[in-house]
């Protein structure tokens, strides 16, 4: 394994316990070794033609890039935004034994 063969994932949800949701599935389904909420965020975005100001929470799912597609399907599936926010950052390093750890935990890609 090497570091460019993971990403942590970035989701935005409609509150708290929308993420613990997502997060719980997440992991559950070993499609990410780890889910980290990161608390309220104040989102501003383009939605049926105005700016929105909303509150929501944030959520980094650490995961296998290979599992990207699947992940990003079953967090849709949960989600109840119809165009969800969820994208992948890859990782450029890592401690060694922690990359081991989440190859471990995550399903085989």
């Known amino acids: 394994m090497h570091e460019d063969d993971f990403c942590l994932v ?8 929308e993420a613990e949701h997502l997060a719980r599935h997440a992991v559950g389904a070993r499609l990410a070794g780890c889910a980290n909420i990161l608390g309220e965020i104040r989102s501003f975005y383009w939605w ?8 929501e929470c ?3 799912l650490k995961t296998r890039r290979a599992l990207f597609d699947a ?4 967090i849709k599936a949960e989600h109840s935004y119809d165009c969800p926010c969820v994208v992948a950052l ?6 060694p034994e922690y990359l081991a750890w989440l190859a471990a935990e995550t399903a085989a890609g």
């Open 10 to 17: 970035y989701v935005t949800a409609r509150d708290r316990a």
């Open 48 to 55: 049926d033609g105005a700016v929105q100001d909303e509150a």
């Open 58 to 60: 944030a959520l980094v």
């Open 71 to 74: 992940l990003a399907a079953a």
């Open 90 to 95: 890859p990782l450029v390093d890592g401690a």
